[in-house]
């Protein structure tokens, strides 16, 4: 992992989460969250099945693990009217298809905190949730 009193940064870039990204994934969420998510979670995130997920990867590896996943973020989109902080986002209950992008799982390895990766992937989906007309915020 990363040294974080190195002077050296990883160049952190960003992607779509890929099948490929199965293992990785599965592992990364073991170690974060006190949870454990079914399988077809992780189904439904690598094929892209109702959930819309990025990855960010450290490219400065040398090492054959320069495309592994080292932070992610997956979400999914609600209906407005199922939401339970529809207010905030002044729903307009006339208007059936608004819609919002509820962040599901959030995180990054260890050794990469603090290096603002995950605020990066959170800009990853607020620019996605920019680009969807009918989406109202995100949650």
């Not at 009193?5 to 992607?15: A, F, H, K, V, W």
């Not at 693990?65 to 209950?93: C, H, P, Q, W």
Request: aromatic fraction near 10%; charge should be negative; hydrophobic fraction near 40%.
């Amino acid at each position: 992992m990363l040294n974080p009193r190195s002077e050296i940064y990883p160049t952190i870039e960003y992607r779509p989460i890929q099948p490929s990204d199965l293992e990785a994934l599965e592992k990364i969420h073991l170690a974060l969250f006190p949870i454990r998510y079914e399988r077809e979670f992780f189904l439904n995130v690598v094929s892209g099945n109702g959930i819309v997920s990025w990855g960010a990867v450290d490219t400065s590896r040398s090492d054959d693990r320069r495309d592994e996943i080292i932070g992610f973020v997956t979400t999914r989109m609600i209906a407005a009217k199922d939401s339970e902080i529809e207010d905030l986002f002044r729903y307009n209950s006339s208007r059936k298809d608004l819609t919002l992008v509820y962040i599901l799982t959030l995180g990054v390895v260890d050794g990469y905190r603090n290096l603002g990766i995950a605020s990066s992937l959170v800009r990853e989906v607020v620019k996605y949730a920019a680009s969807i007309s009918n989406c109202r915020g995100l949650s």
